[in-house]
């Protein structure tokens, strides 16, 4: 006969297996010696698409609380019991139910089929009420290819489980945080499902009170500053995995097999010890921009502003004509008998004048303003010219000439 025990765990098994769910269907059978006051139509549409939020018990009364009323009451008299498949409620004789029973039993009275709905349905086994078996949990791990402190902190794989806490029981059970869980071995697997249970009890034990947590604990350092974080005397180091800021403690949280030669720098900024050396030809254009940017001074007129771009163009031109190698002017006999100039850069008084005057060299195209000095090569190259012709005859430009 179920007492106030027996019905106390019917209770409890329906918080920890249907909380949250919409109830998707539901049968009333044609009792009314159990189904009192209410026909089995009204019962079964006042339930219809009803989440569970909780269930009450008071004395051997047990009722559900859903989202909105009315609520379903239940009182188990002599032979009452509550069924849920694939959950053994108590040890009671009543409520046991066998893989290969009828399901539902035709002897039901009312029959609930709820269902989860998200986020509730989206979620993995809580890690306090309904925590894996070792095996499961070492299976689950040997199939996930991603870093350890990622897989605990995904609630669709282990729900409950935060930063703080897959830090403290990742430190407690020796793992890296970047571990990959396939490669973690059993012993390790099982020293961490461990962690896990007593790390939430113990929590639990004080009321969920951090200061009151073990001394030991990585949790009490978890918001220091990085080289003042300590603990047992060994120094805190902190990463990102997952997303989210990992410490852990290097000398005791190695990462073990084909991954401890890899960088664990995962989110830390790292700073260049030396800057990257690039060769370039002498003379290039490459070359020339390299050393112009490194220049402490580069090409900056007065008050350290920058030169204009005509002015820059006129520079670079003057430069490079210097570097050239120095033409001469040749005088030649023509078929005449007249003296030829054979030049290319030498340029008439005319042209000289010309306030606008455009000019090429070492292929840029730049402009002269009136007064403005010509680069030193072409005027000697002028010069030169000028005494070549004896002041005969001058050359203008390519096949033209004036007396």
């Known amino acids: 006969m179920p007492e106030l025990p027996e019905v106390e765990a019917a209770r409890r098994a329906i918080e920890d297996h249907c909380l949250g769910r919409v109830i998707k269907r539901c049968v009333v059978a044609e009792d009314p010696k159990v189904i009192d006051g209410v026909p089995p139509s009204e019962f079964e549409s006042s339930l219809l698409g009803k989440t569970i939020i909780s269930a009450r018990r008071k004395g051997k009364n047990l009722w559900l609380e859903l989202d909105s009323p009315p609520f379903p009451s239940f009182q188990f008299g002599m032979a009452g019991a509550?069924?849920?498949?694939?959950?053994?409620?108590?040890?009671?004789?009543?409520?046991?139910?066998?893989?290969?029973?009828?399901?539902?039993?035709?002897?039901?009275?009312?029959?609930?089929?709820?269902?989860?709905?998200?986020?509730?349905?989206?979620?993995?086994?809580?890690?306090?009420?309904?925590?894996?078996?070792?095996?499961?949990?070492?299976?689950?791990?040997?199939?996930?290819?991603?870093?350890?402190?990622?897989?605990?902190?995904?609630?669709?794989?282990?729900?409950?489980?935060?930063?703080?806490?897959?830090?403290?029981?990742?430190?407690?059970?020796?793992?890296?945080?970047?571990?990959?869980?396939?490669?973690?071995?059993?012993?390790?697997?099982?020293?961490?499902?461990?962690?896990?249970?007593?790390?939430?009890?113990?929590?639990?034990?004080?009321?969920?009170?951090?200061?009151?947590?073990?001394?030991?604990?990585?949790?009490?350092?978890?918001?220091?500053?990085?080289?003042?974080?300590?603990?047992?005397?060994?120094?805190?180091?902190?990463?990102?995995?997952?997303?989210?800021?990992?410490?852990?403690?290097?000398?005791?949280?190695?990462?073990?097999?084909?991954?401890s030669g890899k960088a664990i720098q995962s989110g830390q900024k790292r700073k260049a010890d030396s800057k990257t050396d690039v060769k370039l030809e002498p003379g290039s254009a490459y070359e020339e921009n390299a050393e112009n940017t490194n220049s402490k001074e580069g090409h900056k007129g007065r008050r350290g502003t920058k030169q204009p771009a005509t002015k820059r163009r006129i520079k670079d031109v003057e430069e490079a004509d210097e570097d050239q190698p120095k033409k001469t002017a040749k005088a030649v006999t023509s078929d005449t008998g007249n003296t030829k100039n054979d030049f290319i850069e030498a340029e008439s008084e005319d042209e000289q004048e010309n306030e606008d005057e455009e000019y090429i060299g070492k292929g840029k195209l730049g402009k002269r303003s009136r007064g403005a000095k010509k680069p030193p090569a072409k005027k000697k190259m002028r010069n030169e010219n000028d005494e070549a012709s004896q002041g005969k005859r001058k050359k203008v430009g390519r096949g033209k000439s004036r007396k």
């Open 82 to 259: 509550i069924y849920i498949k694939g959950v053994a409620v108590t040890q009671y004789r009543r409520s046991a139910v066998n893989s290969s029973d009828e399901w539902p039993s035709k002897y039901s009275k009312v029959f609930i089929e709820p269902v989860s709905v998200p986020p509730v349905s989206e979620l993995g086994p809580d890690a306090l009420l309904e925590p894996m078996q070792l095996d499961e949990f070492v299976d689950s791990l040997s199939k996930k290819k991603i870093a350890i402190k990622s897989l605990l902190l995904d609630q669709s794989f282990l729900s409950g489980i935060g930063n703080w806490i897959a830090d403290e029981v990742l430190y407690q059970s020796r793992i890296h945080p970047m571990q990959i869980a396939s490669t973690i071995s059993k012993e390790s697997c099982k020293c961490l499902h461990d962690c896990i249970k007593e790390v939430i009890s113990k929590a639990l034990d004080v009321g969920a009170d951090s200061s009151q947590f073990s001394e030991n604990w990585i949790f009490h350092s978890h918001e220091k500053k990085p080289g003042k974080a300590f603990v047992d005397g060994k120094k805190i180091e902190f990463i990102t995995v997952g997303g989210r800021t990992s410490a852990y403690v290097p000398e005791l949280q190695k990462l073990i097999g084909t991954q």
